[in-house]
């Protein structure tokens, strides 16, 4: 006869690693990873869990569970009291110091709750009441982001029980790490796009004034003077820089895949003059030669006349 119960054991550890491992895979965003890791040690691991996220120097609770209902109602709280600073002698203060699991074996509520001084966290506590607790540092990258508080009302915590803890800490610390980044660049797109929206108002605000009133003077004035010609440029130009302003939400919605062509038959030979003549005033303060040359008969093509200028 063999005893194969450490090894079904193994398995039974590792297979739930590998699907807590999907389900954090899938999750988008720290708020849904968090809620997933705090529901993953209830039943496998502990009857109660706590993922607080480091911030300022102090914990903020970020997600909790309970097998208890009643119970978990009550944690619940917890994360609306915000950040707050644990007494010297409480685990968490612990493993800011060490980086390393802090174990409760008996009498976990009395010692925890007399380290603390949050009162939505020790009311908490107090109707959990566990007899053994499990503290566990999310390290990422280096840097501790957070601590898993595990749980349970009796039996303590084996040698097994931490080993399994510390590997789901370990997945848990790397998935939230990600999540935190995929945030800020959710942030920096949000921000990116805010300013596009800003700076193109403002801009456009100039430009429609310049567009009007060259076309204003357009009307009172010969179109075959040199004047004139050199208003209608600066109208041509005017409306260039208007799509050039548009173009600054162009990369929204190309990030959305909402960006729209409108495509027509053009004559290439119309694009070309339209831009030599918006680029001769430059050409001729700097005195280059600037020389374009067209077949004739060109066939049109199928483009958008903005973008393609």
Do not use: W
């Not at 993953?40 to 914990?59: N, T």
């Not at 009302?153 to 998935?175: K, M, N, Q, T, W």
């Amino acid at each position: 006869l063999r005893d194969v119960s450490v090894r079904k054991k193994f398995e039974q550890h590792q297979a739930f690693l590998a699907a807590a491992g999907e389900k954090l895979a899938a999750s988008f965003g720290s708020g849904e990873v968090l809620e997933n890791v705090a529901d993953l040690p209830v039943s496998a691991l502990a009857d109660g869990c706590i993922l607080e996220s480091r911030i300022d120097e102090g914990y903020k609770a970020g997600a909790v569970a309970h097998s208890d209902p009643a119970i978990e109602e009550a944690l619940r709280r917890i994360p609306a009291a915000g950040v707050r600073h644990p007494l010297p002698a409480h685990p968490l203060s612990e493993i800011v110091r060490t980086r390393a699991s802090v174990t409760l074996q008996t009498d976990a509520a009395a010692r925890i709750i007399e380290a603390s001084a949050n009162p939505s966290y020790i009311a908490g506590l107090k109707m959990m009441n566990p007899e053994t607790a499990l503290f566990l540092p999310l390290i990422a990258r280096g840097h501790l982001i957070g601590v898993l508080s595990l749980f349970r009302d009796s039996r303590g915590f084996d040698g097994d029980d931490i080993a399994f803890a510390e590997d789901l800490a370990r997945l848990a610390a790397l998935a939230l790490d990600n999540s935190l980044l995929l945030d800020t660049v959710r942030a920096s797109l949000r921000s990116r796009e805010e300013m596009a929206g800003v700076v193109s108002h403002d801009l456009r605000n100039p430009v429609a004034a310049v567009k009007m009133l060259s076309r204003a003077v357009l009307s009172e004035m010969d179109g075959g003077t040199g004047q004139a010609q050199n208003i209608l440029l600066i109208a041509k130009a005017a409306e260039q820089m208007d799509g050039l302003i548009r173009d600054l939400l162009v990369v929204s919605r190309l990030d959305a895949g909402k960006l729209t062509i409108h495509q027509e038959p053009t004559d290439p030979s119309s694009l070309l003059t339209g831009s030599l003549q918006t680029l001769l005033p430059l050409v001729e303060e700097k005195a280059i030669k600037l020389d374009m040359q067209l077949e004739i008969g060109l066939p049109k093509v199928l483009a958008d006349r903005e973008r393609i200028q």
